[in-house]
């Protein structure tokens, strides 16, 4: 049995390893806990908060898929909204250690409030522009900009920066902070690589 233990752990090791040896990845689930400060916004103005789930898929070497699904509940009134973004991402490489990426998404939005006849879903897209840099073996940061469009305001821009710390092997804690002219969101949460 000991043996089995020791092998057991050196598979772990290795493919500890392999994940980190591998630079940026594109094949990972992120699962994040989302807080939205709306305060002093033309709509929605509210601090909302919730779960996020989002699935990052490699399709060839430059492109990825990226689906994306958030449901955030308002902290002083009845309103809850949840977010579908669906889209493909470009990723270049700028040096070993640093990728250019760049995203275009479909996004669809469904709120629920207490008077019905306010319910609604609406349909925008999301562009994003930005580096990730793995600035040590365990430690990825990235700054991105995003646009979307048709989502509430008429349009929107954030500027948004962030860190992934591997923690042990898939395994990895990632943060993150946007700030816009009408929101600013903060995300934290685990990231598991495949």
């Known amino acids: 049995m000991k043996w ?12 500890g390893s392999l994940v980190q040896a591998q630079g940026i990845g594109y094949d ?30 490699g399709i060839t070497d430059t492109l990825y898929g990226i689906i994306e699904n958030s449901y955030l509940e308002a902290d002083s009134a009845d309103v809850d909204f949840s977010d579908l973004l669906v889209g493909v991402g470009y990723r270049q490489a700028l040096a070993p250690d640093m990728d250019f990426i760049g ?42 900009a995003l646009y979307q469009d048709g989502i509430l ?27 816009g002219a009408d929101a600013t969101i903060y995300d934290l949460g685990l990231r598991v690589s495949f």
């Open 4 to 15: 089995f233990n020791g092998l057991a752990g050196a598979s772990l090791l290795l493919a």
């Open 153 to 179: 305001d008429d349009n929107e821009a954030m500027l948004r920066a962030g860190g992934l710390w591997s923690v042990y092997g898939p395994l990895g804690v990632q943060a993150s902070a946007a700030v």
């Open 103 to 144: 995203e275009a998404a479909w996004l669809r939005r469904d709120i629920d409030t207490p008077n019905r006849f306010e319910d609604g879903k609406e349909d925008g897209f999301q562009l994003a522009a930005g580096l990730r840099y793995l600035a040590k073996e365990m430690l990825e940061l990235n700054l991105t």
């Open 28 to 57: 990972h689930v992120d699962l994040s806990y989302r807080t939205m400060d709306r305060d002093g916004a033309d709509s929605l103005d509210d601090t909302f908060d919730g779960p996020v789930i989002r699935l990052s898929l």
